[in-house]
């Protein structure tokens, strides 16, 4: 079963038979007594938002995209920044699936608990996802703070920032000083109370300049590397500040037209400004040009067995470069520093960590290979990559 595409492994590329989602959308039921919603798995992220909000209620958190599907992103384990909850997986209630003999099965916390507590991020190796259920929030709002910030202001202050705001975004522009900081703050004012940006400095900020503008920019740099440096100095300096409030998925979710390639690593928080740190040392010795910025988050523990926060707080690095430009030294020699940090990469961005380094890193690895045994003992549902990453 494919989503929507988004994922940058081959994770549901298939070998004979492809299935797509596009016939399973649209919310199946509002549970306001529960405070949870259920929806069929091939409904995309930014439809089910927009759904939400006619019901009055929100996700607790989520990525800055919304293109994929409710499916794809749960079972890769797409997450957001900060919160009580970062992933999506951490936010389901219970989910529906077909499995590899065939058989539909409910699981949530009374029924089939054991295939809930380790499916929640299942990779698309225990079965189709048909319908998942989200605990879910009244209806939200987020003052956003955007501004510049600099290096030594940022490392110094991150502590500070992520227990001051509700939800921490950076970028980081190499060969610079300078990062980019959205601070994410819930307040109290209702819905119908919010001061978004103008339509022209929405246009302005997150479509000209973060779209167009940079993606010419990162064209070029793709093609004359040496620019690269000047080119990130423009881009960092190129946003003014601005603090604005509106709906909580208006605020996580931007526009995002320019393609790229990217990897993520999830290390334990406690080291992870180290992390970062040795990262650019690593950048910087290299003579790379690299033209996209570093995406540094963080998210608190959870119990989801495959997600990359299982049981510890961590902090995400995520690094990106043009689609245009070979990324085989850039993420092979950052993913040798991600790993001796004990990182762990997201399951939908590139990678080449095997089933005998990720049992290392995951204490319920086995448990979850057990079931995959009983819920897809004919491996029906496996690929090349699911081999790789989960063992024959």
């Known amino acids: 079963m494919v989503g929507t595409g988004h994922s940058f492994t081959s994770i549901a590329a298939p070998e004979h038979t492809m299935l797509t989602p596009q016939g399973m959308t649209g919310l199946v039921r509002v549970d306001r007594d529960a405070m949870t919603v259920t929806a069929r798995a091939g409904t995309q992220l930014k439809h089910f938002n927009a759904l939400l909000e006619s019901a009055g209620l929100s996700l607790h958190n989520m990525g800055d995209i919304a293109e994929q599907t409710l499916a794809g992103a749960v079972s890769t384990g797409t997450h957001g920044s900060g919160g009580t909850a970062s992933g999506l997986a951490a936010q389901l209630a219970g989910f529906e699936l077909v499995t590899g003999t065939g058989e539909v099965v409910r699981a949530d916390a009374t029924q089939h608990a054991d295939l809930f507590d380790l499916g929640r991020v299942g990779l698309g190796a225990l079965g189709v996802l048909t319908e998942v259920t989200f605990h879910v929030e009244p209806l939200f709002c987020l003052e956003a703070e955007e501004r510049p910030v600099g290096w030594e202001e940022l ?7 992520t227990s001051t705001h509700h939800h921490v975004d950076v970028h980081w522009f190499p060969h610079t000083d300078r990062a980019l900081l959205k601070a994410n703050t819930r307040v109290a004012d209702a819905p119908e109370t919010a001061s978004p940006p103008s339509a ?13 503008v ?10 004359r590397p040496a620019l690269v440096p000047r080119i990130n100095a423009f881009a960092s300096g190129a946003l003014s500040p601005r603090t604005y409030t509106d709906v909580a998925h208006r605020v996580f979710v931007s526009p995002r037209r320019v393609v790229f390639r990217e990897m993520e690593y999830a290390v334990p928080r406690e080291v992870g400004l180290q992390a970062l740190r040795e990262a650019r040392r690593v950048i910087e010795a290299r003579g790379w040009h690299v033209g996209f910025p570093v995406e540094i988050r963080t998210a608190p523990a959870d119990d989801v067995a495959l997600s990359t926060a299982y049981g510890r707080d961590s902090l995400y690095l995520a690094f990106h470069v043009h689609r245009d430009v070979d990324h085989t030294a850039y993420f092979s020699t950052v993913e040798d520093v991600m790993r001796s940090f004990g990182g762990r990469p997201h399951w939908g961005k590139v990678h080449r960590r095997s089933a005998d380094e990720l049992a290392a890193l995951y204490p319920r690895f086995e448990e979850f290979v057990a079931l995959r045994d009983r819920l897809d003992p004919d491996r029906v549902l496996a690929n090349p990559y699911l081999r790789h990453v989960l063992g024959a």
Do not use: K
């Open 155 to 161: 490392l110094g202050s991150f502590d500070e920032l």
């Open 214 to 223: 940079f993606g010419a920019a990162s064209w070029v740099g793709a093609r």
């Open 200 to 212: 022209l400095r929405s246009w302005w900020d997150d479509d000209f300049l973060s779209n167009t």
